[in-house]
């Protein structure tokens, strides 16, 4: 079917703007493979479904952002192997030798012209996955949500990291961005091997306007955690598409926090393909619209396609001052997911009139045995609980940072490494004194 006229135009403009990069023939295919999956799908437009709370045009313009950035030094305690991307470029002088026990990492522009690489299976197929045509299972139909940026991704990104765990990771592995205000396009892989286990970081801001996708492959009995988070440069688009797929009793956990930045859409899919496998994805935000425009959306999509799976997703936003939250979360249990235990929560403390809290929790269920359950929320901090606390000589700047902290505990909680956790709570508590 062909796409409207305007989507047509700005997908033929977007894909002039970008020539295929030069690459070897494995990814060389895989680029023109996504380049017509998004001539097919288009460009997103702000009448789409999973684009009505959100402008795309943040990402569809031409004109990027100015921002500039410095590294971000959150995880520094736990001593990670840190690798360094300025603007989407990778900074090999102010990155540590990769060179680390049980893990292999590279990067994909060294790589595209091996032709015997196990980045051929994996780069853009998650994202393909989710961008396919409609797939049929007995008298039912399941269509996927358009993912038409992650595509762009796959076929423009001329740079990631490429780690690969062979056994238990003892290091975590964090990637620090830095930005100058440029463009960053950058698309990361992770394969977790049967019985590995790997933390992954993410720190800092990739570019003034950047689109980076991670597809994460963890096999059976494998362990992934990550970590992404996205210090307060205001003026700046940010998009992260994050593709993951489980093995049998393998488990899976993402968090991600955000605190301020004019555009960030935080995209998810998820697809549990082993029985007995853990998915849990997480994260807030801190948004202060005094500092500028602040706008954060968090969309995910998890597909139960495996027996006895569990499932979480774990969302509050902190807003003042005119901040705009998003949260769109599904949860798709396919006939035969039997035994799924889903959750799904996304909650607002709205900490003003101004501010506002737009939700979309889904629940698509074909299964007869689940466990499977959403909420979402909104409401202002507790008057009550305030009083007591300034009744008993709290300052009331104090107290109100600890009842935000007290709402964003559940999602905290599901930060596992309780080390990697107090780091991040004490970036939140420096970034409330603020």
Partial sequence: MALPEARQDLTEAVLAAHPLPEAGPWLTQAREAARLRLAALGMPMGRDEYWKFTRPDAWTGAKAHDASSEASRVFDA???LTLVFVDGVFDADASDDTALEHVKIERLADVSHTDLHWAKALYGVLEASANEAPRVDGARLFK???????????????????IHA???????????????????????LVK???GASLTLLEEGQPGGRSNVMLEAD?????????????????DRATLTNLFARTGVESTFKSFGFTANGAATRNEAVLEILGDNAVAHIAGGCLGDGARGKFHHDDTVYITHDAVNCESRQVFK??????????????ILVQPHAQKTDGYQISQSLLLDDDSQFLAKPELEIYADDVACSHGSTSGAIDEEALFYLRSRGVPRKTAENLLTLSFLAEALDEIE???LAEMVLGQIEGWLAD
């Avoid at 358009?146 to 990291?161: C, K, S, V, Y």
């Avoid at 056994?167 to 960053?184: D, N």
């Fill in 192 to 194: 977790v091997d049967p």
């Fill in 144 to 162: 996927p949500v358009a993912r038409p940026l992650a595509a762009l991704n796959t076929a423009t990104a001329e740079d990631g990291l490429l």
């Fill in 417 to 419: 490494d309780a080390e």
């Fill in 218 to 234: 963890i096999a059976e009995t494998g362990t992934f955690h990550h970590l992404r988070i996205q210090a307060p440069e205001q």
């Fill in 78 to 80: 736990a001593a990670p």
């Fill in 166 to 188: 062979t056994g238990a990771v003892a290091r975590p592995i964090r990637i620090s961005y830095r930005s100058g205000g440029g463009e960053a396009v950058l698309h990361h």
């Fill in 317 to 330: 936003k902190v807003l003042r001052n005119g901040a705009v939250g998003v949260f769109q979360g599904k």
